[in-house]
Each structure stands twice: as structure tokens, then as C-alpha cells.
């Protein structure tokens, strides 16, 4: 197992009173956990205050990146679950995935939530992906960046 960018709690959220460590990404075995992802750059800086879309985007790229220091990319991604804390960001929030997985087809899962662990978060996305073997079935180069 190995485990990618390692965190304290009390360093992410240093209004609470948090002390666990956990990390952004955990590979185990052939499959690749990530961490939920928002709309806040890896240096802490929220991006898109107010706007589920411009979120949506910095949470894609936050994903992209996370895979590829795992070893995999996009078109690997198996299953997504879409967290939106007001049912009107569906629709934003889902077209900006939609372009960064265009021909991926993972299975997904979206809800609707009163909140998430900060309020200026308004959607988060969490994956799993797996590391490519080689005889997948698919054509490479099924999904990207837009």
C-alpha cells in the first residue's frame, strides 16, 4: 500500500480541533483511492468562491493530478460519487465533469447534501480509479483535460 501527500487534520482545518493524519490518496493493490476533492488548490486556496462550476473545475484538476502521482490517469477512473450541497448546482458542477471524463463512463453516484466540512465548499467529488494493466479493453486516450 502506498499512500500519497500525507496531512494533518490540524493543518487543513486549523479552526478545529483536529488531530488525525490522512492523506489525498491511498493505491492498494491495483485500485486508487482518493480523497474527497473540492474546489481548494493543493496550497489551501479556495477557487470560485460562490461558483459550483469554476469548484467542479478545480476539484478535476485536483483528481488529475492525484492520479498521475499514483500512476494512472482519468481514463481509469471506475466509479465517481458527486456530493452538491443545493440541487441547482447539478447541472454546473456535472458539465464540468462531464468534459474532463468525456468518453470514460465510470459508474456514479450523485447527492445532494445539507453541507460539507466547510461552507464555502459547494460540491466535492470522490473517486476511485485503478492502475492500468494493459488489457483493459479500451482504446487509451478515452478520457482527458478539456
Known amino acids: ?7 494533518n487534520t490540524r ?3 486549523p479552526d478545529q480541533a483536529l488531530d488525525n493524519d490522512l492523506c489525498q490518496a491511498v ?7 482518493l480523497r474527497g476533492q473540492v474546489g481548494t ?8 468562491p460562490g461558483d459550483p462550476a469554476a469548484q467542479a ?11 498521475s502521482e499514483a500512476g494512472t490517469d482519468l481514463d481509469h477512473i471506475v466509479k465517481i460519487t ?3 450541497t443545493d440541487p441547482r448546482y447539478r447541472e454546473p458542477v456535472y458539465r464540468v465533469i462531464g468534459r474532463w471524463l468525456k468518453g470514460v463512463y465510470p459508474v456514479s453516484t450523485g447527492l445532494v447534501v445539507s453541507g460539507l466540512a466547510r461552507a464555502e ?3 466535492e467529488i ?4 485503478v492502475l492500468p494493466t494493459g488489457d483493459a479493453g479500451e482504446a487509451p486516450g478515452a478520457g482527458g483535460k478539456p
Open 1 to 7: 500500500m502506498r499512500r500519497i501527500r500525507r496531512f
Open 11 to 13: 493543518d487543513t482545518y
Open 27 to 33: 493505491v492498494a493493490n491495483d485500485t486508487v483511492y
Open 41 to 48: 488548490d493543493f496550497d489551501g486556496n479556495l477557487v470560485g
Open 57 to 67: 473545475d478545480q476539484a478535476m484538476v485536483n483528481v488529475a493530478q492525484l492520479l
Open 82 to 84: 458527486v456530493y452538491i
Open 121 to 123: 465548499w459547494l460540491m
Open 126 to 129: 470522490d473517486v476511485i480509479a
